[in-house]
């Protein structure tokens, strides 16, 4: 049988996970319940002080502190309701994002890992168009193989820079710099002094970080992605669990990609926020060639339509191979572009008889050619894309703000 004592400690024990259990279902109900769990389970821990003065640990508070700054800026910046539950969702957004390609980076067994995704779609993306992103360190020295497939762009950025100091451009090739075979493939070595091997060289300083591959398609449907690896050239430098120090450089560059990414809107081409409705003509050398493409001219613009309102947007446009206009929310995301019509490619756009296009931004549809649907909200950006045009004179497009019963 069972003896005094025992029985004590079983009706304790059920007592203490009832107790629990009340307490967190209440918090849940309260949608409190994660922070009622880890505040049961972590009431009674000590903080051990050796490992609060680890790197890593002091680099992962800043990052607790930025969310918590971004997520204040987004309190105060928002107008609606709407661009609240944006913002949170944002913040999501760019911890993933930032988390996949900085954090878990490996540059002695890097990878392409896809920076948007169908979902994930922030930093000005273009919805027609896919990026990828390989951590290095320039240390070592990389080969990079593949096909450009059949998009109709693609293109290759080496960013330096260290910590929390400004990311610069070291290195720009695209589709027509790159030694391609006659089946399209390609070899490229990177590196800080010209290497033996045969191949396509790119040289790269210490500092190099990060590799950013861009393609962008006209018709994403008929259009074969680009594949592509990457390797570390001569000897395997093996693999190892990351140490203190590199784990807290990392920490510390991932903050710096998450504070860069959630303040965008504030910071590319600000002045587009002083002038609602209206284009600013801009490039790499104003937007920095580390998130734009040095051969892409943009136009880039701050649209705030009423619920009765349309916008219109008249536009010549180039003869290039390709150009789009994207809709994208006040946090600079580009909206849902696989359920709704929020960009439009050169391929995809009804033109006018004089060979001109008119773009209509309106919350509801009015039944016209080239509707671009903001998916609920009343302002956001605008940009133009115009490949192989950074040296080109483009026509500003013709903005008018009218009724939605004038249309």
Do not use: C
């Not at 919805?127 to 360190?137: C, F, H, R, V």
């Not at 995301?333 to 773009?359: M, N």
Request: proline share 4%.
């Amino acid at each position: 049988m069972m003896g005094i004592s025992t029985m004590k400690k079983v009706v304790a024990a059920f007592v203490a996970i009832s107790v629990t259990l009340i307490a967190f279902f209440a918090g849940w109900l309260a949608a409190k319940g994660p922070a009622v769990a880890v505040e049961l389970m972590t009431k009674d821990i000590g903080l051990k002080a050796q490992w609060q003065q680890l790197d890593s640990v002091k680099s992962f508070d800043q990052i607790y502190t930025s969310i918590g700054s971004i997520r204040d800026m987004i309190v105060s910046e928002a107008e609606t309701e709407q661009e609240v539950v944006q913002g949170m969702r944002f913040i999501l957004r760019d911890l993933a994002m930032v988390s996949a390609i900085i954090a878990d980076g490996n540059v002695t067994r890097p990878r392409f890992v896809r920076m948007d995704s169908d979902d994930r779609k922030i930093a000005g993306d273009n919805p027609s168009g896919e990026y990828g992103l390989a951590a290095i360190n320039g240390r070592y020295d990389y080969r990079i193989t593949g096909n450009k497939g059949t998009v109709t762009y693609f293109s290759l950025n080496v960013n330096a820079g260290k910590g929390m100091s400004d990311r610069r451009l070291v290195a720009f090739l695209n589709d027509q710099s790159i030694n391609f075979d006659s089946e399209g493939n390609f070899t490229l070595l990177l590196s800080k002094t010209e290497p033996s091997e045969p191949g396509q060289w790119v040289k790269i300083p210490e500092d190099a970080t990060s590799i950013m591959i861009r393609q962008y398609m006209v018709d994403r449907d008929s259009e074969r992605l680009a594949s592509f690896d990457i390797e570390v050239l001569g000897d395997d430098p093996g693999v190892n669990m990351p140490n203190d120090s590199e784990m807290a450089g990392r920490l510390v560059a991932t903050n710096y990609a998450f504070v860069f990414l959630a303040t965008m809107h504030k910071t590319v081409v600000s002045r587009a926020l002083d002038n609602p409705n209206t284009f600013v003509e801009t490039d790499s050398n104003e937007l920095g060639g580390v998130i734009s493409g040095p051969d892409n001219l943009y136009m880039i613009g701050h649209w705030i339509v009423a619920d009765d309102e349309a916008l219109i947007i008249d536009i010549m446009p180039l003869e290039t191979r390709y150009w789009n206009l994207a809709l994208e929310t006040i946090w600079h995301e580009s909206v849902d572009y696989l359920h709704r019509p929020t960009s439009l490619t050169k391929s995809e756009v009804i033109y006018q008889s004089d060979g001109s296009v008119r773009f209509v931004v309106a919350k509801q549809n009015p039944g016209v050619d080239n509707w671009l649907d903001p998916m609920g909200v009343n302002r956001g950006f605008m940009t133009f894309r115009w490949l192989d045009s950074h040296d080109q004179t483009v026509a500003k497009p013709k903005v008018k703000l009218i009724k939605i019963s004038e249309l």
